[in-house]
DNA sequence: CGTCAACATAGAGACATGTCGAAACAAGAG
DNA sequence: CTCTTGTTTCGACATGTCTCTATGTTGACG
């Protein structure tokens, strides 16, 4: 149920250098695109943010999801999707209803990769 | 030429709490998804690289961001413009050309807001 | 004042995204 | 097996986004 993310963050230590080190080239810009455009929708966000106040190895429930929105359930689903291909979150079914969980460490990856890692200038 | 911008990040601390620590409200979450939007293309992204790779007080010249890109430039333009609106960038014209630099913090904050806060359970 | 160069804005067309209702799928209860 | 509930998938449509060309604006230079 879980074989399709991208793991842009994920990757061992080359995938991002960070925003300030360098000019991205257009493939490790493609890829980190997609991740941000994954949070770039209110309704994603929210769930994001449901999801990840349940700390780190917290789950929700989408029955508790869904009816937090004026949206009908296909649509809180295909959010959910697309969280899930950008490698943000993952999800279990477990008897009737399926749970999602915030993916360990991405969260931080993409604070890492946000904030500058050379503030005095002694790049290479 | 720096009127509009969102000021979502830049607001005391009022304005977001993190992704982890409660769920956002719909406010929050509009605010919050413009700038995640904003970051969520390639082009635009390669250009808050390009520009944030000059350091904290640097700046850019349109002219050195145009030809780096397989695109017209008011196509540029109009990218450089929403991160502006965004509230990532300002500009300033400076005889014929125009400079472009990364707002101060605001990447910082961006990071601090992913990252969870509270991670053994101690919050408020 | 006229002209040229650097950027920005405006409008249009192609494509992607968000949303819905209907239907399919999965799992438990009777 | 059938029925009900929870969730995902499937088409379809309205809206938004990305890109272009064409035009406007600003400043430098004769």
């Known amino acids: 149920m879980s074989k399709q993310e991208l793991e842009v963050i994920g990757q061992d ?3 991002c250098p960070g925003l300030s080190a360098a000019p991205l080239d257009e493939d490790q810009a493609a ?7 994954a949070l770039g929708d ?4 929210r769930l994001m ?18 009816p937090a929105f004026d949206l009908s359930q296909p649509t809180i689903s295909h959010h959910l999707k697309l969280l899930r291909q ?6 279990e079914r477990r008897g009737t209803w399926v749970y999602y969980w915030v993916l360990p460490g991405v969260l931080d990856k993409l ?12 790049d290479a």
């Open 49 to 66: 943010s449901m999801i990840a106040s349940r700390g780190e190895g917290g789950e929700v429930c989408v029955c508790e999801l869904t």
């Open 86 to 91: 950008a490698g943000l979150i993952d999800c």
């Open 111 to 122: 604070a890492a990769f946000l904030t500058t890692p050379l503030p005095t200038g002694a």
């Open 42 to 45: 209110p309704v994603r966000l």
């Open 31 to 37: 890829d980190l695109a997609k991740v941000f455009k």
């Open 13 to 15: 230590a080359a995938c």
